[in-house]
């Protein structure tokens, strides 16, 4: 489907800044970007209430700060959203084989940055929406919500799911995107899931995205959401997750916990950079690199076997293969928008393209946007600050609020 065809997206606004009006969606989003804060007017909570706020409205202009520079309460700078690796560092590739993109819209991300406008939302923390065990210990899982406030009346919801190479997941991270999608008239739910620090697999963590989006419909009218327009978003390890929540719709296994006479299936499935198959993660790297993300017991292997593992991913066996989303497609999996940077060292280019082709060739609607030279979103921790400015472009999140116009109404 053209992304710039004469459709307009039923609500948001369209890259030239331009505010639109319709009906809403709702979003689940998982993200690696790690931005500067992109606070919202209106009132902002912890604790689950709401409190005024002195914040004003304003989008980065194109520096990435620390979550410190940011302000109190906001995380601005990790997680990294490195896919693997070991107790000996992190697996940056230094080469990286070329992918084929005709089946993709290559982009140049060198526009402006995105910039928020003063409209009213209202923030609430710390809303536990889960309370799941995990080997015996029990954890209250949180979420983060933002409603807009210029209007009244049902409307989408984004539930956005960050990034942390399958170890951490904090869902105060990468607060400018999450206000900017807000400001396009969307609720934005920032969700905490479960990974390998607290001993979870990839199971784990789908089943507590659908808890998140099954608590949310619950509770749609004190948030004033839309329950029949749900989509997920995610980027890096949340892509991930995004992708497998998306490809499982209808699947009920991954249904488990509260508010199970509430659906869990999404409309859309933003995905960016996100792993897939991953025994192919380090395809398109160096011998060196490919060492690292193959290394028996890593992050990426505990997502898959679980705690205490010896194995690897290198092999595709039963288990690795049921953790690939492209395993999971069937006729009810929701529509996908897919992006990669050409230049990703952390996650290989051919993931996302071998599961758009897998998509496509189920007959589900998929586009995949490669970024020319971007890479693995925000790379700070490794001294790199600006690696981060191709995701939060005008022409990069107009894409996504595109989608979300034309696939959820």
Known sequence: MDMHGAKAAPHGKSRSGRRRTGAAVTVAITAGLALV????????????TSSPSAMTAACPTGTATTGAEAGAGTSAGAPTGMPSGNAGGIAVAKTIKKSDTSTSTVIDPKGAQIRCATSGITTTHD?????????????????????????????????YLTGGGFVMADRTANLNQRTYVADQGYVVASIQYRTTKDGATYKDAVADVKSAI??????????????????????????????????????KSFDVGDNLTQSSEVQGVVDEFGPADLSELAADYDTAAQKVNYAAGNSAAQWVYGPGTKKSIADRTSEVAAADPATHITSETAPFVI?????????????????HTALRAKGIDSTRYVLTGAGHGDLSFTGDTTASLPWSTQETMGHIVDFLGQHLK
Not at 41 to 46: E, I, L, N, Q, V
Not at 132 to 145: A, E
Not at 221 to 243: E, L
């Open 127 to 159: 809303i536990t929406y889960s309370s799941p065990t995990t080997n015996g210990k029990k954890s209250d899982l949180k979420l983060d919500i933002q409603v807009p406030t210029s209007t009244s009346g049902k409307k989408p919801l984004v539930v």
């Open 214 to 251: 099954r608590y949310l419909r619950a509770n749609a009218d004190k948030y004033s959401i839309d329950t029949d327009q749900v989509a997920v978003w995610g980027q890096s390890a949340g892509g991930y997750t995004a992708a497998m929540t998306g490809a499982t719709n209808g699947e």
């Open 37 to 48: 804060a992109c606070s919202s007017g209106g009132t902002s909570s912890a604790g689950g």
């Open 339 to 355: 992006f990669h940077g050409s230049a990703d060292n952390l996650v290989s280019p051919s993931e996302t393209l071998n599961l």
